[in-house]
């Protein structure tokens, strides 16, 4: 599912112009667009420019390089790398639409972002099993709420792809659920286990009512499909409803917690990798890290 379409009658001109360009000329998707904006919008108010085409002419390096040094280091390896290239595509726009003739994308510093530096952030296992019991299944919204983080739990899918997941995608008399591609991963067809089937059988039959959305997942009495928004409070109220304190309370660390349990229960790489759907195996060696006896053991090794 595309993003929406940026709207684009209430933006300043300039603005305007830069989603155009990014849309049309870059052929940037409107997710990437809205992302970078969010790293672009900061920066020209730190900068007192906002989207003023005078002002920005006279932006120095010397500021840019300031703000990026002062900036960075608060964001993890990869929002540094989104936050580098939203910059870089916005100055490359002045200079192409002559805001300016200074090569500001120049002035951006080579900050290290070197691969698999960080250890992943998320959750345990026994806290996802706590987070499981934490609907109420006696109400509509709960056995929604249920279904949805069993699915996660159960095949470690993303929210996206649970989110869009479509009645006709479930094959009850074959025994197996087919989850669409997320992030140019590679779509997944998966064993509908018994405890996942019964989770969404009670939901479709007691909570979702009727309806001619093909989506399974539906907020508003049935009148609109699931959104993001629409569970990540949710999460946030299970989270201190049960005393959990972690990071991260979105749907991506169950995601975590479950390829981590696979990674300790000695499962290889690549299996891990194909159930995650990733189209490189280089994007599941994060997991690696998580292997903490594992990694004593070599360290252990390496000392002696």
């Given at each position: 599912?595309?993003?929406?379409?940026?709207?684009?009658?209430?933006?300043?001109?300039?603005?305007?112009?830069?989603?155009?360009?990014?849309?049309?000329?870059?052929?940037?998707?409107?997710?990437?667009?809205?992302?970078?904006?969010?790293?672009?919008?900061p920066m020209l108010r730190s900068l007192k420019t906002e989207w003023n085409p005078t002002k920005i002419a006279r932006i120095s390096t010397h500021a840019v390089h300031h703000y990026v040094?002062?900036?960075?280091?608060?964001?993890?390896?990869?929002?540094?790398?989104?936050?580098?290239?939203?910059?870089?595509?916005?100055?490359?726009?002045?200079?192409?639409?002559?805001?300016t003739n200074v090569r500001l994308m120049d002035a951006l510093p080579k900050l290290p972002t070197w691969s698999l530096s960080e250890v992943p952030r998320g959750i345990d296992w026994e806290?996802?099993?706590?987070?499981?019991?934490?609907?109420?299944?006696?109400?509509?919204?709960?056995?929604?709420?249920?279904?949805?983080?069993?699915?996660?739990?159960?095949?470690?899918?993303?929210?996206?792809?649970?989110?869009?997941?479509?009645?006709?995608?479930?094959?009850?008399?074959?025994?197996?659920?087919?989850?669409?591609?997320?992030?140019?991963?590679?779509?997944?067809?998966?064993?509908?286990?018994?405890?996942?089937?019964?989770?969404?059988?009670?939901?479709?039959?007691?909570?979702?009512?009727?309806?001619?959305?093909?989506?399974?997942?539906?907020?508003?009495?049935?009148?609109?499909?699931?959104?993001?928004?629409?569970?990540?409070?949710?999460?946030?109220?299970?989270?201190?409803?049960?005393?959990?304190?972690?990071?991260?309370?979105?749907?991506?660390?169950?995601?975590?917690?479950?390829?981590?349990?696979?990674?300790?229960?000695?499962?290889?790489?690549?299996?891990?990798?194909?159930?995650?759907?990733?189209?490189?195996?280089?994007?599941t060696y994060i997991y690696t890290k998580v292997d903490l006896p594992q990694l004593r053991t070599l360290c252990r090794e390496w000392v002696g």
């Open positions: 599912m595309q993003a929406k379409t940026i709207p684009l009658t209430s933006h300043p001109r300039l603005r305007f112009e830069f989603i155009e360009h990014q849309r049309d000329v870059q052929c940037v998707l409107e997710g990437t667009i809205k992302q970078r904006l969010l790293f672009i919008d040094m002062k900036t960075a280091p608060k964001f993890s390896r990869k929002y540094r790398k989104e936050f580098l290239c939203a910059l870089r595509s916005f100055f490359k726009f002045l200079l192409f639409k002559d805001y806290t996802v099993e706590k987070i499981l019991s934490a609907p109420n299944r006696n109400r509509p919204n709960g056995r929604r709420n249920y279904a949805v983080l069993i699915l996660i739990a159960t095949y470690g899918v993303r929210f996206h792809q649970v989110r869009t997941l479509k009645l006709k995608n479930i094959h009850w008399r074959e025994g197996i659920i087919h989850f669409a591609s997320c992030k140019g991963g590679r779509p997944l067809t998966l064993p509908l286990y018994p405890t996942v089937a019964e989770a969404l059988l009670d939901y479709i039959k007691n909570g979702r009512g009727q309806s001619d959305h093909e989506e399974v997942f539906l907020i508003k009495n049935g009148t609109e499909p699931m959104k993001r928004s629409s569970l990540y409070s949710m999460m946030q109220l299970y989270y201190r409803r049960l005393g959990i304190k972690k990071p991260g309370v979105g749907f991506h660390s169950i995601r975590h917690a479950f390829a981590t349990k696979l990674m300790k229960e000695k499962t290889p790489i690549k299996s891990i990798s194909d159930l995650l759907g990733h189209t490189s195996i280089k994007s």
